[in-house]
């Protein structure tokens, strides 16, 4: 059974540094690993896809990674602004088309 | 904007009653998925649609059931509210083409079941 765990739980870091977010997850058949953002009471705002035989990808001050050896990925975020603060949360597709989620790192930008 | 609109936006329920939830797929995809995003926490999978059929279903209770119409909009039932039904409920919308699938989400309802 995939599960998903993203560590750490919240992360409160001075606006300007640049910082990782860590995703695992424990059964590397997935079809691709997708990283979300959501602000409080809204919906998912999709960041950045990255297929199974992909290594990483990159969206302006964002790149995540993926090893799917090794069942791990991060997102880097770089020159962290306020406007970064939300939860960020990291999903992966199974090959049977379900999507499971970790809960989410919750990302508070110090100005 | 991924194409995939979900109704209504927020609702408030009593306990017991009944409500369904809707979702508009993105033109061209034949599969939905519907997931509950309880406060705090990462969303849940309740249970697919692939053209028309059930397709794997999460651990929900039988009160939760859907449709998908021939059109591939969803629906997404619950019966006898409880109050831990209070949360978030998301559509995703997808074209099953192996591992180049991808899913694409709406916004959600907020429901709250007082």
């Known amino acids: 059974k995939q599960e998903v765990t993203q560590i750490p739980a919240a992360l409160s870091v001075p606006e300007g540094e640049n910082l990782v977010l860590n995703c695992s997850f424990t059964?590397?058949?997935?079809?691709?690993l997708q990283w979300f953002r959501q602000d409080p009471g809204k919906g998912l705002t999709s960041l950045l896809l990255?297929?199974?035989?992909?290594r990483e990808q990159t969206s302006g001050r964002l790149n995540a990674s993926l090893d799917k050896s090794s069942g791990r990925s991060t997102l880097y975020i770089a020159a962290s602004q306020p406007g970064d603060s939300a939860t960020y949360l990291c999903?992966?597709?199974?090959?049977?088309?379900?999507?499971?989620f970790g809960k989410g790192t919750r990302l508070h930008i110090l100005p | 904007e991924t194409g995939v609109t979900q109704s209504p936006t927020h609702l408030i329920k009593t306990r017991g009653q009944q409500v369904t939830l809707r979702c508009s797929s993105q033109?061209?995809?034949?599969?939905v998925s519907w997931y509950q995003q309880a406060l705090g926490q990462g969303p849940q999978f309740i249970f697919q649609?692939?053209?028309?059929?059930?397709?794997g279903r999460g651990n929900f209770p039988p009160r939760f059931s859907g449709l998908q119409f021939p059109n591939y909009s969803s629906e997404l039932n619950v019966n006898a509210l409880e109050l831990d039904d209070s949360a978030l409920y998301l559509c995703?919308?997808?074209?099953?083409?192996?591992?180049?699938?991808?899913?694409?989400f709406g916004q959600g309802t907020r429901l709250t079941v007082v």
């Open positions: 995703a919308s997808s074209l099953l083409t192996g591992e180049y699938t991808e899913a694409f």
């Open positions: 059964d590397s058949a997935i079809y691709n």
């Open positions: 990255i297929q199974s035989s992909q």
């Open positions: 999903a992966v597709m199974n090959r049977d088309d379900k999507i499971i």
């Open positions: 033109s061209g995809h034949n599969t």
């Open positions: 649609y692939y053209r028309e059929e059930e397709n």
